[in-house]
């Protein structure tokens, strides 16, 4: 217990010291705030959309067994291969076992692969394994942690991106933001072309159709999702909702959350691509995957399901507006936190980490509920705290 | 109960101060293993001693950093005591502050990762020479101020309603015990108020701390059987009686408020000390951009006890938001707000106020 407490200050501290960090998050933090207003001004249906889609997501924790059935039995259908994977340990396998070994693989964001670890995993096998968004690619380049959920590398500056990518490249590239997005985007296009298989994750799973929804502005994602012969996708069971009307509703409030009035991209992924051009014979692998696997990971999801307090946790969009409003983000980053960020954050290492690496987290949020004023699916961030604060008390209390 | 005493320092206590001379006593724990042996074999992160030393001072004196009732009630010297059923609640919480400073600075020296001076601060209160004594006399001026803004409440609350009258024991609500997750001591603790506030008499609180009026409003129906007083916060009473006031300032003044997270977002008080100020001649209300209810910033006084650094950072930030206003004064109306941001703000430009301080100043003569 000790040693995962003792970790996390001296990161929390590092992080807490280095001026930069707190500098790009007041700059982020004024951008984000002006255009989310702007989205859900031209928008304002959005809030109310909000609160549907709180309901949508209480009622779909409350029967994720039977949303899981259900989309399987679709996926399937569909002729794709739906897969439930209990554990991380499990997930691993599922997935090393389908890459296999000397694979080219491209991923675009997931924050559920990066709770499994599944890039180290997926390279431990002696796979090579790109990540294709660009803010991960920095974060991949620079072997760091995410610090934010939809802007991992959010404290790092365009000088350091610039001296990265040189080095990397092996390439002159200079500070320049818009060279540094081409230099990028040059650099993976070959990737993408060579590579065997692609990971996604997933933002939303309709359960009636069993259609993924993938939410994106790079068009990465697309690529990682199209190209590749074999598409593999990684999602927790949360992300389930009954029917493909819900999906668009928790979709639209997502990224109006994420402050965007639109997103570039939403792919919509039912199954392998497909064809019947020829004799009407319906033939796997046109243009895009000709396999299609979807993943399922509980990996302690379904014990914050059982917890009336905690279970809010699962309700998350994942549109990172919260963190914009915490004080204590503010100076430190994703480093308060460890795989999942901020106060709420404490539920999810509950779930995935276990409690020493929730409780340090819990004791580090201020309880001061910004986050819920922000939240479109109003998080009750405060009472979670509480709750694995006692049962923090708890434990303590009976190791003795 | 959790048996803390098998875990912190205390065996070797020396209740009575003339005694804090032997402080060299071997400190053993409860099973009678040596703590230092204790502490080698199962480190335990400096989170947990401090909490487990704060909750353990509860137990022993009904406050977290151990002060003796004569000094929670000494800010009502030469104050008539008054006998009615509506009581002013301190709650503490002002009285308290110069007493936890001191654990604050070591904590924010020491740092959190296996800090001995940390240890040494921590185990002096296990030898009985808790913060406290000594500390005192660092903290005597500190505690005169704090227990001025207590009287200041009282007497302006006096100018609307004469009858109120204070208990004779400060209680502190155990807000403490309830947010670090002691349930079970909360619990307990939340009774004893109760039963004092029955034994007194008592039938309405007034609260002059944000946490007191939470505890109170929100917490203590929910775990206390009958505890069915009215609670009423200052600013509420102020409100209603603003006008009796006759509140002026001398020059024209520019003021700006900072909310509290609690007062505002969960007790939804945010148009009273508005109000309040309309009411004072020549008191000019700015607000900054993101403010009241929905957006007002927190202090960062909730993890001050464990992460001092952080709380210094949150409220120089939250001043320079309250300086955007273009304010000459800020206005907090909680004890722990006022005492992070005053500290923030010495440099800043910005003169961070007490609301009760500066409305006593504005009382016209």
Not at chain 1, 106 to 125: A, C, F, P
Not at chain 1, 288 to 301: M, Q
Not at chain 1, 315 to 330: A, D, I, N, Q, T
Request: charged fraction near 25%; proline fraction near 4%.
């Amino acid at each position: 217990m000790k040693a995962a407490f003792d970790e996390y200050y001296h990161r929390l501290m590092e992080a807490f010291q280095n001026e930069s960090i707190a500098l790009a998050i007041e700059r982020a933090t004024a951008s984000y705030r002006k255009n989310v207003t702007n989205a859900l001004t031209k928008y304002p249906h959005t809030v109310k959309l909000a609160k549907e889609v709180r309901s949508i997501k209480e009622r779909s924790v409350d029967r994720w067994e039977d949303l899981l059935k259900e989309a399987m039995d679709n996926i399937i259908s569909n002729n794709g291969q739906a897969y439930f994977a209990k554990t991380a340990g499990d997930a691993k396998k599922i997935i090393g076992d389908l890459v296999g070994r000397e694979k080219v693989v491209v991923k675009s964001k997931s924050l559920t692969s990066e709770e499994i670890g599944l890039r180290q995993h997926l390279e431990s096998l002696g796979n090579e394994v790109w990540e294709t968004d660009l803010g991960e690619f920095i974060i991949q380049l620079l072997d760091e942690e995410p610090m934010h959920i939809l802007s991992p590398a959010i404290h790092v500056p365009r000088e350091e991106v610039a001296k990265l990518f040189s080095n990397v490249m092996k390439e002159s590239i200079p500070a320049d933001i818009q060279k540094e997005v081409g230099a990028a985007r040059r650099f993976l296009r070959n990737k993408y072309i060579s590579a065997d298989v692609g990971i996604s994750g997933a933002n939303i799973v309709s359960a009636d159709t069993g259609a993924v929804f993938v939410l994106e502005n790079e068009g990465n994602a697309r690529l990682v999702t199209g190209l590749p012969e074999e598409h593999i996708v990684l999602v927790g069971i949360e992300k389930l909702v009954p029917t493909l009307a819900d999906a668009f509703k928790v979709a639209e409030v997502t990224w109006r959350y994420a402050q965007y009035v639109i997103p570039s991209y939403m792919s919509l992924i039912g199954g392998p691509s497909k064809t019947g051009d020829i004799e009407k014979v319906i033939t796997y692998g046109a243009h895009g995957p000709k396999e299609y696997h979807v993943v399922f990971i509980d990996n302690g999801r379904s014990e914050l399901a059982k917890d009336p307090d905690l279970k809010e946790a699962l309700y998350c969009l994942r549109c990172g507006g919260c963190m914009y409003e915490c004080p204590v983000f503010s100076l430190v980053g994703g480093r308060f936190g460890h795989k999942y960020f901020i106060g709420y954050g404490a539920a999810w290492e509950l779930a995935v980490s276990g409690l020493k690496w929730a409780a340090p987290i819990a004791y580090t949020c201020l309880r001061c509920d910004r986050c819920k004023e922000r939240c479109p699916v109003e998080i009750n961030t405060a009472k979670i705290v509480l709750r694995i604060r006692r049962l923090f008390v708890d434990k303590y209390r009976s190791s003795k | 109960m959790l048996q803390l005493h098998q875990t912190t320092y205390i065996v070797t206590e020396l209740n009575n101060p003339s005694q804090n001379c032997q402080k060299r006593k071997v400190l053993k724990s409860t099973s009678g293993e040596l703590i230092e042996n204790r502490l080698q074999r199962e480190p335990v992160s400096p989170l947990i001693k401090i909490m487990l030393a704060l909750v353990d001072n509860m137990k022993k004196s009904g406050n977290p950093v151990g002060v003796s009732k004569d000094k929670l009630s000494s800010w009502a010297r030469g104050v008539e005591q008054g006998n009615s059923s509506l009581v002013l609640c301190t709650g503490c919480e002002y009285q308290l502050i110069p007493y936890f400073l001191p654990l604050v600075d070591r904590v924010k020296k020491s740092g959190l990762v296996d800090s001995k001076l940390l240890d040494f601060t921590l185990r002096l209160k296990g030898f009985g020479l808790d913060f406290v004594s000594l500390f005192a006399s660092l903290s005597a001026k500190d505690s005169d101020y704090y227990n001025e803004l207590v009287r200041k409440h009282l007497l302006l609350l006096r100018r609307v309603k004469e009858d109120i009258a204070f208990l004779p024991d400060e209680l502190y609500p155990g807000a403490l015990l309830y947010e670090f997750g002691f349930l079970e001591e909360f619990v307990e603790h939340a009774k004893k108020v109760s039963k004092t506030f029955k034994e007194r008499g008592v039938k309405t609180i007034i609260t002059i701390s944000p946490h007191s009026l939470e505890m109170f409003r929100l917490v203590y129906p929910s775990f206390v059987d009958g505890f069915d007083f009215e609670i009423v916060h200052y600013l509420e009473l102020l409100t209603k009686y603003a006008s009796d006031l006759r509140l002026a300032v001398k020059e024209p003044t520019s003021v700006t408020i900072h909310d509290p997270c609690h007062l505002a977002r969960s007790m939804n008080i945010v148009e009273e000390p508005r109000a309040i100020l309309n009411s004072v001649k020549g008191v000019e209300l700015k607000e900054v951009p993101f403010a009241k209810k929905r957006w007002t910033t927190c202090c960062g006084a909730p993890i001050e006890t464990f992460l001092p650094m952080l709380t210094e950072g949150i409220s120089q930030k939250r001043v320079k938001e309250l300086k955007e206003s273009g304010s000459d004064i800020a206005l907090t109306l909680c004890p722990f707000c006022h005492t992070n941001l005053r500290n923030a703000s010495s440099t800043s430009g910005l003169k961070v106020m007490d609301f009760v301080d500066f409305l006593s100043r504005c009382i016209e003569s």
